[in-house]
Structures are given as C-alpha cells and as structure tokens.
C-alpha cells in the first residue's frame, strides 16, 4: 500500500476545458486492415474515412465482429492500420514507434474498456493514480490528483477499497477516473457499460457525459445500447468494413430507421 504524507501537496488546477467545434481533432482517410488467415486475406477495413470535430461525443454501433475495438486501437495507437492515414491530436499515430506511441497514448488519450482491468492488490486511488506514476510524477502529487478525481466520480469514501470490494459500477467509475487521471483530449471507450444492469449502466453513462462536457472532451464510445448512442451528439454504424450514418446502410444507401 502507497502511504501519503499530511504536506500540502500541488493540486491538478487547471481549468476545464471547453467544448471546441471546430477542426476535427480526428481524421482518417482511406483506412485499410488486413490479416493474413490460413483461409487467406481477411480484410476488416477497406476504405473508411472518419472525421471528429473537437467536443463531438460520437457513438459507434455495428454487429460483433465488425471490428468497432480494432478501430478504436487504431485511434489509440495501439494498432497499426494497413493502409491510410489516421490523425488523431495533430499526430500521424499510423507513423509512431512504439515508444512514441506509448508516450501519445499516455499524454492524449484516455481509455475505458467493457472490463475495468482495475489492478486488484492496489487500492481505488493507487489505480487511479498510476497514469500519472507511469509519467514520473511523485507519488504524492499522484495521489493527490488522484484523490481529486475520486471526489469527481463520487468515490472519496472508496480510495482505500481494492477493486474486489468495489461493486461493478464503482469499479467502471475508478476505470473513468484513471482514463482521464492525465488530462487526456480524447475518450475512447470501448463498452464502458456492456457489463453493468440497465441502471448502473444509465448512471455511469450519465457521469461519461457529464465529465465529457466540463472536461471539453472529445469523446468516441463504441456501444450496442441504442438508448446510450441516441444520447450522443452523432451515431455511426460500422458495416461491411466503413463507417456510416446510423439507419443508412452502406450497401445500398437505403435509410434504415434511427437508435
């Protein structure tokens, strides 16, 4: 266990950021993803172009399969496309090294997956606080930062709790405080609430769009929750390897009903 000090330590306080629609602070033009199958060529992506504007909470459904979380590795720098270019905060991720990539992911984006993967022999604040670890902060400084975003999440009574003490919904909202721990520009989640009841799964949306708008995010969640993307400033549907409006389909062009 991490012990803190009593010393006044540096408080994370720079304003919120606010909303920017304007340049999109994602761009992907002519993306293509490509494995090599005992069977041959598999081809996930061919031709898809995608464009974020800065504050754009979008929501991306399509069946499973599709290939929704490979695009959202790719944004993330955890994956390399094909072919196409991919721009994401003024980056070429598509170009970076692995350390680079390491070192963007740390410093722009944040993630949240459908499974928190909390680290269970540390406490809540200790998870939250391990972006900033990773980064070279002091622990206290981490932990301070740290404590601040549990008190966001309504979770200061829970900072000593170890993520088997935690119900699900508590340990989604530690996950969201450790993705946005750094100050990250983007929010990529991935089935942030696949896992959770009906109503867990509305509260900690309500809390994804909640620090969405004070934090001036620019936020992508893959979903499969028609009432969760219909909340969203645009839905997309990931169909025979693009991304289209949803309720147009991108074989025919036929519109196809709203979530």
């Known amino acids: 266990m991490i012990q803190t000090t009593s010393a006044a330590v540096p408080q994370d306080s720079r304003p919120a950021r606010e909303p920017e629609l304007r340049a999109p602070i994602i761009q992907v033009h002519n993306l293509e993803k490509t494995y090599q199958t005992v069977h041959g060529t598999l081809t996930l992506f061919h031709g898809l172009d995608l464009d974020v504007r800065s504050g754009e909470l979008v929501a991306i459904m399509g069946q499973s399969g599709a290939g929704k979380s490979t695009l959202l590795h790719i944004l993330g720098a955890l994956d390399a496309p094909t072919q196409g270019t991919v721009h994401c905060a003024s980056t070429n991720v598509a170009t970076l090294s692995q350390r680079e990539a390491a070192a963007f992911r740390n410093r722009e984006i944040g993630y949240v997956w459908q499974f928190h993967y909390l680290l269970p022999e540390f406490s809540a604040l200790e998870n939250v606080a391990m972006p900033l670890l990773a980064r070279g902060q002091t622990r206290r400084e981490a932990l301070a930062?740290?404590?601040?975003?549990?008190?966001?999440?309504?979770?200061?009574?829970?900072?000593?709790?170890?993520?088997?003490?935690?119900?699900?919904?508590?340990?989604?909202?530690?996950?969201?405080?450790?993705?946005?721990?750094?100050?990250?520009?983007?929010?990529?989640?991935?089935?942030?609430?696949?896992?959770?009841?009906?109503?867990?799964?509305?509260?900690?949306?309500?809390?994804?769009?909640?620090?969405?708008?004070?934090?001036?995010?620019?936020?992508?969640?893959?979903?499969?929750?028609?009432?969760?993307?219909?909340?969203?400033s645009r839905t997309l549907r990931l169909e025979r390897g693009r991304l289209v409006p949803w309720g147009q389909s991108s074989h025919s062009g036929i519109t196809t009903g709203t979530p």
């Open 145 to 232: 930062v740290a404590a601040n975003w549990l008190r966001e999440v309504d979770l200061e009574d829970r900072s000593e709790h170890r993520p088997g003490e935690l119900s699900g919904g508590e340990q989604q909202r530690v996950a969201l405080a450790r993705a946005l721990v750094a100050s990250p520009r983007l929010l990529l989640a991935d089935e942030p609430t696949g896992d959770l009841d009906e109503t867990t799964a509305g509260r900690v949306f309500d809390l994804l769009e909640r620090l969405h708008l004070s934090h001036g995010l620019t936020s992508i969640v893959v979903t499969h929750n028609p009432d969760l993307a219909a909340r969203c």
